[in-house]
């Protein structure tokens, strides 16, 4: 496949085709090239959104199936490795599904729906125009009165309401807290939102090995943690790593390997504890024997700065 990386920027610097960026998210970069690139993939901002953009247009081209045989099959054991391009996949396939015709076969089961829809019509008999514009005129006239009853009747329209949908009220005998004021508003039903689908955060009785990771240590092998791996498919390692206290987030942390490989990744995560910092939990099955480095970045608006990196050993 061919590739331009003899490309100079404004700065000097080498500039990588998208065509190389491809071939790096595919995991076909060679030795002499993959070095380079991953040292200004760490270092160049610029560089590291254009990845970013390009995974997308990755995850686009198989789910509209523009990709050959062999990108699909690299597709699907090396680029689908980390989970928020998984997430960033079933985003391109729900786009596909919705605003490619022809392609979705759960409309298919829409036309036995729809024979039910107009055996109930023709009973009503809204096949006829006369009965149809009589069925729009009452819904008409039931809106315009609900609105003429909410205006001058609201005492009627209590009523009903509170026959419908009558009050709630607490037993008298439930405990309440002494010396705080008690909240008579109606509560809000709150939503919990789903969590992102980059990074899955484990219950704890799942969680097979933890580890605490400092900034401090630096990248030499004999000085780093190290780490047992644990043995079975479904164990998770949690790595705890060390923040100063007036640090609050939110925070990305990158996995990497000590090449600069990508592994795992996690967006606005924050501190659950001051004294034990940010835990980022990772899937066993995704290490193996050799060293890695956490990289920790805070983002401030639309801007990210890198804030520490961590480094530690799996034997």
């Known amino acids: 496949m061919a590739t331009d990386t003899h490309q100079v920027d404004g700065n000097g610097r080498q500039e990588f085709s998208d065509e190389m960026i491809r071939r790096f998210l595919l995991g076909e970069l060679n030795v002499s090239e993959r070095p380079l690139f991953e040292q200004r993939f760490v270092t160049d901002d610029g560089l590291d959104a254009r990845v970013r953009l390009i995974e997308l247009d990755l995850a686009d081209d198989y789910a509209f199936e523009r990709l050959s045989s062999p990108d699909r099959r690299l597709f699907e054991q090396r680029f689908l490795l980390v989970s928020n391009r998984q997430y960033q996949l079933r985003v391109s396939k729900a786009l596909r599904d919705r605003f490619l015709p022809g392609t979705v076969t759960a409309f298919a089961a829409r036309p036995k729906r729809n024979i039910v829809a107009q055996r109930l019509g023709y009973l009503l008999g809204l096949d006829r125009p006369a009965w149809r514009i009589a069925f729009a005129v009452l819904?008409?006239?039931?809106l315009f009165g609900a609105v003429w009853l909410a205006i001058k009747e609201p005492r009627i329209a209590r009523q009903i309401t509170n026959r419908i949908i009558p009050r709630r009220s607490g037993p008298s005998s439930a405990p309440r807290e002494a010396g705080h004021a008690v909240n008579t508003s109606t509560p809000e039903h709150l939503t919990t939102p789903s969590p992102l689908p980059v990074h899955d955060q484990t219950a704890s009785s799942m969680i097979a090995a933890t580890i605490t990771l400092s900034s401090a240590v630096s990248p030499q092998a004999n000085e780093m943690p190290v780490l047992n791996l644990p043995k079975g498919d479904q164990d998770v390692v949690r790595?705890?790593?060390?923040?100063?206290?007036?640090?609050?987030?939110?925070?990305?942390?990158e996995l990497l390997t000590i090449e600069r490989s990508p592994v795992l990744s996690?967006?606005?995560?924050?501190?659950n504890d001051p004294r034990t910092g940010i835990d980022f939990d990772v899937p066993a099955r995704l290490l193996k024997a050799g060293s890695y480095q956490v990289k920790l970045s805070q983002i401030n608006e639309r801007s990210r700065e890198s804030v520490a990196s961590y480094y530690f050993r799996v034997q």
């Open 139 to 142: 819904i008409l006239v039931i």
């Open 239 to 253: 790595l705890q790593l060390a923040l100063k206290p007036d640090q609050t987030g939110p925070y990305r942390a």
């Open 266 to 271: 996690a967006d606005s995560l924050k501190p």
